[in-house]
């Protein structure tokens, strides 16, 4: 028997890996990077092959790790994590800047950065695992990082389908005001914690939301959420 909520006592962070190729840039969510080696200081991410970002790593063999503050606001990790870069300019609007590589990181909402350049790479299934030697290093500023618990748990976030923690939602709701889930983030706007960072105190019932309310993840609209059963 593979009892799969087993792996949710794995902890994990939140970061937004970026990478370039060409002229251009992009960047996206991740939640697997881990340091492997200290001499000499060598990290690995874990990428889906189906994303962009994974395309840019392979093309310019570089990439940077933006390890988030713990506030970091859901809008930063919806834009990184719920569209795509064939689609949109992940970086136009966002505050960033390069390293020494010439690789964004983010400089909002951001505690340090990371830039590596790949010395090995592992094919996982679904995902790439890209070994890089740290190559520039920075502290921005001090606080309390992200962790993937506390996004999902405090901040209700949800996970993108090519995710490497991702399984379909499972729990439900067990008392009190009804949640509601989004269908396109999988945010759960939970009515006893509202949504403070848009000005919905705490004890707001879904119903009693504005008819302008946005999700505060991805940008859809009330008309995308349905009631968890």
Same mark, same amino acid.
């Given at each position: 028997m593979v009892n799969t909520k087993a792996l949710h006592k794995i902890s994990y962070g939140l970061y937004i890996i970026t990478s370039k190729k060409d002229t251009g840039f992009n960047g996206q969510i991740a939640n697997t990077v881990f340091q492997i080696s200290s001499e000499p200081a060598t990290i690995a991410v874990s990428i889906n092959k189906k994303n962009l970002t994974n395309e840019f790593i392979r093309a $310019? +063999?570089? =990439?940077?790790?933006s390890v988030l503050d713990r506030?970091?606001?859901? $809008?930063?990790?919806?834009? =990184? &994590? =719920?569209? $795509?870069? +064939?689609?949109? !300019?992940k970086l136009a609007g966002v505050d960033y800047k390069l390293? /020494? &590589?010439?690789? %964004?990181y983010i400089a909002e909402n951001t505690l340090s950065y990371l830039e590596a350049k790949v010395v090995q790479e592992i094919d996982a299934v679904t995902h790439t695992i890209f070994i890089g030697e740290l190559t520039d290093a920075e502290v921005?500023?001090?606080?309390? *990082?992200?962790?993937?618990?506390? @996004? /999902?748990?405090?901040?209700?976030g949800g996970v993108p389908a090519?995710?490497?923690?991702?399984?379909?939602? /499972?729990? /439900?709701?067990? #008392?009190?005001?009804?949640?509601?889930?989004? #269908?396109?983030?999988? @945010?759960?706007? !939970?009515?006893?914690?509202? !949504?403070? !960072?848009? &000005?919905?105190? %705490?004890?707001? *019932? =879904?119903?009693?939301l504005p008819a302008d309310w946005t999700c505060p993840v991805c940008g859809a609209g009330k008309d995308s959420f349905e009631k968890e059963s």
């Open positions: $310019s +063999r570089i =990439f940077a790790v506030e970091a606001p859901l $809008s930063l990790v919806g834009h =990184f &994590g =719920f569209k $795509s870069g +064939r689609e949109v !300019d390293t /020494q &590589g010439g690789v %964004p921005i500023k001090e606080g309390v *990082p992200m962790t993937y618990a506390y @996004y /999902q748990q405090v901040k209700k090519t995710a490497p923690t991702y399984a379909p939602k /499972q729990e /439900q709701n067990a #008392s009190g005001e009804d949640k509601y889930v989004c #269908s396109v983030c999988g @945010y759960v706007y !939970d009515p006893a914690a509202g !949504d403070p !960072d848009n &000005g919905i105190p %705490p004890g707001t *019932p =879904f119903e009693a």
